[in-house]
């Protein structure tokens, strides 16, 4: 099994090259579902627009 090496959103931004996540070493790294917290707010975004899509239709 291929692990993938987590990609920071915020230091990478404006860069040509991609920073490695420091995982727990980062305030925004939530530890109990191993994701950054920018990650989770997008996908929580696309959720809610996806629900609200729905609704209409």
Not at 12 to 33: E, Q
């Amino acid at each position: 099994m291929q692990k993938e090496i987590p990609i920071c959103p915020l230091m990478s931004a404006g860069s040509d090259i991609d920073k490695v996540c420091t995982l727990d070493r980062c305030a925004w790294y939530l530890s109990n579902v191993k994701k950054c917290s920018l990650y989770m707010m997008a996908y929580n975004a696309l959720l809610d627009m996806n629900a609200k899509q729905k609704a209409k239709g």
